[in-house]
T-cell receptor, first 114, second 108 residues
Framework: EPEVTQTPSHQVTQMGQEVILRCVPI?????FYWYRQILGQKVEFLVS????????KSEIFDDQFSVERPDGSNFTLKIRSTKLEDSAMYFC????????????FGPGTRLTVL | AQRVTQPEKLLSVFKGAPVELKCNYS??????LFWYVQYSRQRLQLLLR??SRESIKGFTADLNKGETSFHLKKPFAQEEDSAMYYC??????????FGTGTRLQVFP
């Protein structure tokens, strides 16, 4: 069964550094998402992406964040200058239909900012 | 404001006991409600959604618009049901709004 994959599983970085989190959505899916979960807190929506552009973004998704689908398979989240409070589990998800279809989640990337 | 509330962080039951995981939501329109589950060392996955009205692994959930609730129920819990359960709401956009989750522990 096809799955969403994410790399790396764990990323450690220094405050102020740029990080790129990578995701490979399920191949025929058209809608892509990033969520994050700070330790002990709820899973929070960051951004949705469809047809090569952002559909919606949350207040968390400020100018430090960007997303890209550089080729037909990868979907990346870039944090330009990491802060301590960016430490969290970042989940990628994809969806075939969007609009309240089933979202398929990746295993997550744990980002630790020192 | 769109919000999902799961009042219990932890629910512990013995095998064979009934289970009810509570979920309340706040949304002005007609939401779509979901239950996602995360088993130990596995990814988040959809358990069930209210529009399909089906029972998955013995779990059911009924949307009560009057009480703005979507509680997850199972008459007889099994040890393999131990997991983290998240109630989620989807509005007229694609994003999911999650509750804080309830950890279900089923003891033998």
């Amino acid at each position: 069964e096809p799955e969403v994959t994410q790399t790396p599983s764990h990323q450690v970085t220094q405050m102020g550094q740029e990080v790129i989190l990578r995701c490979v959505p399920i191949s025929n899916h058209l809608y892509f998402y990033w969520y994050r979960q700070i330790l002990g807190q709820k899973v929070e929506f960051l951004v949705s992406f469809y047809n090569n552009e952002i559909s919606e973004k949350s207040e968390i998704f400020d100018d430090q964040f960007s997303v890209e689908r550089p080729d037909g398979s990868n979907f990346t989240l870039k944090i330009r200058s990491t802060k301590l409070e960016d430490s969290a589990m970042y989940f990628c998800a994809s969806d075939l239909r969007g609009g309240q279809g089933e979202q398929f989640f990746g295993p997550g990337t744990r980002l630790t900012v020192l | 404001a769109q919000r999902v509330t799961q009042p219990e962080k932890l629910l512990s039951v013995f095998k064979g006991a009934p289970v009810e995981l509570k979920c309340n939501y706040s949304y002005s329109g007609s939401p779509e409600l979901f239950w996602y589950v995360q088993y130990s060392r596995q990814r988040l996955q959809l358990l069930l959604r209210h529009i399909s009205r089906e029972s998955i692994k013995g779990f059911t959930a009924d949307l009560n618009k009057g009480e703005t609730s979507f509680h997850l129920k199972k008459p007889f819990a099994q040890e393999e049901d131990s997991a983290m359960y998240y109630c989620a709401l989807s509005s007229n956009t694609d994003k999911l709004i999650f509750g804080t989750g309830t950890r279900l522990q089923v003891f033998p």
